[in-house]
């Protein structure tokens, strides 16, 4: 792969996908690469640096390169999951670490962290991220080995500060990770506020077609860490399939602007919903009212993101009600996908969820913003006649 000259924007290399074509047959487009194995040289060496397709793929080293410039990262690894990619963080770790995560957060790397992750050992906080005091509190110099954070944090939008968690983190010598799904490489540049790690569902808007599952995670530095996470993919099978990697390249290509039409129409419709008879709440980061909206102001670049959630007024069954007559929106789980997704989400969360029963999550997609609206208005409506 040639690098390209680092005068070019990101939109610009994205929309290249840094360039890549294919020497051979001077293809634009490169070839989906699915050998499982290569040729060894005559001197008994591996000169294209590649070996077995476990460890290593190339079509899955062009995406990983996207999203490596994309989070200014000096590397990015591709999983087979979102959630492949999180645990892999939490697997470099020892017996006995001790580590820091958000209350509220992804649901199915919250239920993993106080099942699987007990189970390996490690002693697993969950605080209010957002509350920096209680974040100080939760870590114990020289025992907590990661804080973990999500924001705009699942599914409130909870915005935590960055560079403030960093600094806690690091004067307490753990590293700090954040799961930057929900704001996108184009919103937020977590590394460069101080995380040694930014993990991405790359299943949501990297891929932003709803047709690929995959995880992705760029390191600030390549340290003994990050080398432990390239083990852990390597020994566990844990890497991203070729032609999965090959639809996230396509993806990819187009993610600044759908990510920024994406954020454009979340901010609209979170402010038309604010007044809307029969929304009592509307959470977004975007909104001045919203606790985060100054931090998230601060932090994040362009736009505040393409999830927003609404708390229903008329309660849990209202709130049901809605989501079961919309028309254009599509009532299913996950999000970042060009079409918008509408949920439910405490039914999905089940038992014990911090999740208010009136809530419906948001992902807005890249229809028009008025459709949508109108669509979701005459949902809500028909809900409460
Ligand atoms: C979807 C998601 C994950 C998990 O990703 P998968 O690809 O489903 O494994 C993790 N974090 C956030 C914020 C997500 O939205």
């Known amino acids: 792969m040639s690098t390209p000259p680092a005068r070019w924007t990101k939109r610009t290399l994205a929309?290249?996908?840094?360039?890549?074509?294919?020497?051979?047959?001077r293809a634009v487009v490169p070839p989906?690469?699915?050998?499982?194995?290569?040729?060894r040289d005559p001197d008994n060496a591996y000169s294209s640096g590649y070996v077995y397709g476990r460890p290593d793929n190339a079509t899955v080293r062009e995406a990983e390169a996207v999203i490596a410039m994309l989070e200014e990262a000096p590397s990015a690894l591709l999983f087979g999951s979102g959630m492949a990619a999180a645990t892999a963080v939490f697997m470099a770790l020892s017996p006995g670490d001790h580590v820091v995560a958000p209350r509220v957060m992804y649901w199915a790397l919250r239920s993993w962290l106080m099942t699987e992750a007990t189970r390996w050992g490690l002693e697993v906080d969950f605080v209010e991220t957002d509350d920096l005091d209680a974040l100080r509190a939760a870590v114990r110099p020289g025992r907590t080995k990661l804080v973990w954070l999500e924001t705009p944090s699942n599914p409130l939008w909870t915005i935590t500060d960055i560079a403030a968690a960093a600094e806690i983190a690091h004067a307490a010598g753990a590293r700090l990770a954040v799961d930057s799904t929900c704001a996108s490489p184009i919103h937020t540049r977590p590394l460069s506020l101080g995380a040694d790690v930014v993990m991405h569902a790359a299943t949501k808007i990297l891929n932003g077609h709803t047709d690929v599952v995959a995880g992705a995670l760029a390191g600030r530095v390549q340290d003994e860490f990050w080398a432990r996470i390239v083990s852990i993919r390597k020994a566990g099978g844990a890497i991203l399939g070729p032609f999965e990697a090959f639809l996230l390249l396509r993806g990819l290509r187009t993610l600044p602007l759908r990510a920024a039409a994406q954020a454009r129409?979340?901010?609209?419709?979170?402010?038309?919903?604010?007044?809307?008879?029969?929304?009592?709440?509307v959470l977004y980061p975007g909104l001045p009212q919203h606790p985060g909206h100054d931090v998230a102001a601060r932090q994040m670049e362009g736009g505040f993101g393409y999830m927003l959630s609404i708390q229903v007024s008329g309660g849990e069954a209202a709130a049901i009600a809605a989501a079961a007559r919309v028309g254009l929106w599509k009532r299913a789980t996950s999000l970042g996908g060009v079409e918008s997704l509408i949920e439910h989400r405490a039914?999905?969360?089940?038992?014990?969820?911090?999740?208010?029963p009136d809530l419906l999550r948001l992902s807005a997609g890249i229809e028009d913003p008025d459709d949508l609206f109108t669509d979701l208005d005459e949902a809500l409506r028909a809900a409460h006649a």
């Not at 290249?16 to 294919?22: P, V």
């Not at 039914?347 to 208010?356: N, R």
């Open 265 to 281: 129409t979340a901010q609209a419709l979170a402010e038309r919903l604010s007044g809307h008879a029969h929304v009592a709440r």
């Open 15 to 25: 929309a290249q996908a840094m360039g890549t074509t294919d020497p051979a047959t």
């Open 347 to 356: 039914s999905i969360e089940g038992a014990g969820t911090p999740c208010p």
């Open 32 to 39: 989906i690469h699915v050998s499982t194995t290569y040729l």
